[in-house]
């Protein structure tokens, strides 16, 4: 059976201060999102074992264990793409054409997205997406990893909201974490899976 293994970061982990701290991006990677991979991984296991045997009382509480730490898993392997020591600025080519057409222009966006991210209640993520059915952006609010995203949407810039993501460095103020993140988003990386999503 395949295994999810943690990614390696693009960048150092000292590569995004000041925005982020080596401290935090190391605890993120290292121990948060590695404990997503490890979450799937067992779950895939207890999963199998429950085929094996035909027992499938717990069936639901897997299948949702599952999908927790699976979209975590895959969030936080989009968000270090996402980011780089080199990121800011704005788009341009395609995807600044899709935003002027879809979500008003890089200004209503940004103010969207960092909405959508600053005010998930709990945890969770603010996210560009691209919806097949209508062919089109959206930016979503994902609680936790996977609830309250529209079926099929495909995540091109995720925000990470949890408070693992900036509590030591910003305390209580989310704002201030979520506008730092605009000086590091790597929008080539976002214009590649634009462009895979809409292909």
């Known amino acids: 059976m395949g295994q999810y293994t943690l990614p390696d970061l693009p960048y150092d982990y000292s590569a995004l201060a000041p925005a982020i701290t080596g401290e935090i991006l190391e605890l993120h990677h290292a121990k948060h999102h590695a404990a997503y991979v490890k979450g799937a991984n067992d779950t895939l296991e207890q999963l199998a074992e429950a085929r094996d045997k035909e027992q499938y009382g717990n069936l639901v509480g897997l299948e949702k ?8 898993h895959v969030l936080h392997s989009i968000f270090w793409e996402n980011l780089s020591p080199d990121g800011g600025d704005r788009p341009d080519g395609a995807l ?27 945890s969770g993520w603010g996210v560009l997406a691209w919806e097949p059915l209508g062919q089109r952006l959206i930016v979503e609010q994902v609680y936790d990893h996977h609830g309250n995203v529209g079926m099929g949407t495909t ?34 990386d976002v214009s590649n899976r634009l462009a895979a999503a809409k292909g």
């Open 155 to 188: 995540p091109l810039l995720v925000f990470d909201a949890w408070e693992h993501a900036y509590y030591l460095q910003y305390r209580n103020v989310r704002p201030d974490y979520v506008n730092k993140l605009w000086d590091l988003v790597n929008w080539t």
């Open 65 to 72: 264990t599952y999908a927790f730490h699976l979209s975590g």
């Open 96 to 122: 600044a054409d899709a935003i002027e057409e879809h979500l008003g222009g890089f200004e209503a966006f940004k103010k969207q997205l960092t909405a959508a991210t600053a005010g998930v209640q709990g």
